[in-house]
């Protein structure tokens, strides 16, 4: 390829580039852009975290044995009311029984160890006072000259020796006592343990789950988790369990009123109200997104569903453990102020120069300072026809309007769409025209 062949072709893609330019800024220069517009008005918002979760009894107690062995009975089945004390299973108890009988015996052994050293400290108490008074006799007869000083000395070591056996027979019946109570501790553990085999309601409620059948074997909780025999809960009192993003979380408040929507009962809404959050957020392993979730509880208000209760069953929550339930807590409500759509809110860098950029700048280049602080705008459509762009201040939205505290006043028409042109394109002095939603989106 020539140089001159290279120069005719970049002369070409000049000119090529330079019809598309003028072709475009032509077209825009054809006719006014084609916009939406909403008034600013007074209403009141409501600011809403909507979150995901399942429906939970706000009180339910796992089951769990604290012996290990087979399961001879169980008293009730899945969904029965049950009440405090009352018998839920029986474990096989035959280990239990002989490591109380075990224990009994050895009991009763220390029992009879200490009655024996009992009677050892009365002989040897009965010995320590005839050897006492043999040695007063000695020492009397010592000092009379009556028997020589050989024989006052066995005397005395015989008396010695008797207290000696009396100390050590006191000892004896203490030890033979700790013994009896270390026996009767192990009496008493081993019987507990015996009692454990029957497991008993901890609470009035319902048993929500049921996880084993009769005969088959469980491990005891003692040294380790043990096996979950079933659960039992309060079914009166319901919740909502939910994963709160931590960008929501901050908002979220205890006793936050919410609506719960509960997908097994169709276009009907509850009342709830927040009972618990979490500290911390929750553990969610080794993901690819990285989501911070916080755990919020929400108490769902039994006169919202009081009508859903069979009176004949009146023990049976119209709620299962496990249902979906989408809820929506009310952390802000503000009645009458100014608000807009939320469409027409946009963020620009520099509000005092954007007027001064041409369109060609507009669509070939784009100018913009990342280091600038961006400011929250609306565009006012003027009485000429214009976009006037006007920086304001906002509030709390819900999911259709935004407050603005500060910046426009009441019935000030703004531009509403489309949401690119507001977000992106749009520029201070464009002339626009504003037209229905209809005509706007309306296929050529």
């Known amino acids: 390829m020539t140089k001159k062949t290279k120069r005719l072709l970049w002369i070409s ?59 001879l009975e169980l008293f009730f089945k899945e969904g ?80 010695e020796t008797a207290e000696a056996e009396v100390t050590a027979a006191e000892e004896t019946v203490k030890a033979a006592q700790f013994s009896v109570q270390s026996a009767q501790a192990s009496v008493k553990e081993a019987r507990d343990s015996y009692s454990r085999t029957s497991i008993v309601a901890p609470m009035d409620g319902t048993i929500s789950r049921l996880e084993v059948e009769e005969g088959e074997q469980v491990v005891g909780a003692m040294q380790m988790t043990g096996t979950e025999i079933m659960r039992v809960a309060n079914l009166d009192v319901m919740e909502v369990l939910v994963d709160v ?42 993901s690819a997104d990285q989501v911070t979730n916080f755990e919020v509880k929400i108490r769902i208000l039994q006169e919202s569903y009081s009508d859903l209760v069979d009176p004949e069953h009146p023990e049976m929550s119209p709620f299962r453990p496990g249902m979906n339930a989408t809820v929506d807590i009310i952390t802000a409500r503000k009645e009458n102020v100014v608000v807009v759509p939320i469409e027409s809110v946009t963020t620009r860098t520099d509000t005092a120069k954007a007027d001064k950029v041409s369109a060609v700048d507009r669509l070939v280049t784009k100018k913009a300072d990342d280091d600038s602080e961006p400011f929250t705008v609306v565009f006012v459509l003027t009485d000429a026809g214009k976009a006037q762009i006007q920086v304001v201040e906002t509030g709390i939205q819900d999911d259709k309007y935004i407050e603005i505290t500060s910046g426009i006043a009441m019935d000030t028409e703004v531009i509403s769409g489309p949401y690119d042109l507001v977000s992106q394109k749009l520029m201070p002095g464009d002339k626009v025209e504003a037209v229905s939603k209809e005509d706007l989106y309306k296929q050529d």
Not at 43 to 68: D, F, H, L, W, Y
Not at 107 to 116: D, E, G, L, Q, T
């Open 80 to 159: 029965a009311k049950v009440q405090k004390g009352e018998l839920l299973a029986k474990i096989n108890p035959d280990l239990a029984q002989a490591a109380l009988d075990r224990a009994e015996a050895s009991y009763n052994n220390s029992r009879a160890n200490r009655a024996n050293a009992a009677a050892r400290l009365v002989q040897a108490k009965a010995q320590q006072r005839n050897s006492e008074l043999s040695f007063r006799r000695s020492e009397s007869l010592f000092n009379d000259g009556a028997i020589s000083e050989s024989e006052f000395d066995n005397a005395k070591a015989t008396f």
């Open 245 to 286: 993003n931590e960008s929501d979380i901050v908002r979220v408040a205890f006793n936050d009123t919410a609506t719960v929507e509960v997908d097994a009962y169709i276009n009907r809404k509850f009342k709830g109200i927040v009972t618990e959050i979490a500290n911390s957020a929750k553990s969610s392993g080794l």
């Open 13 to 71: 893609g000049i000119i090529i580039v330079a019809l598309v330019v003028v072709a475009v800024v032509k077209k825009r220069s054809g006719g006014d852009t084609k916009v939406t517009t909403a008034e600013s008005s007074e209403r009141t918002i409501v600011e809403t975290v909507v979150a995901n979760g399942k429906i939970q009894p706000e009180t339910e107690v796992i089951i769990s044995s604290e012996v290990s062995g087979k399961i």
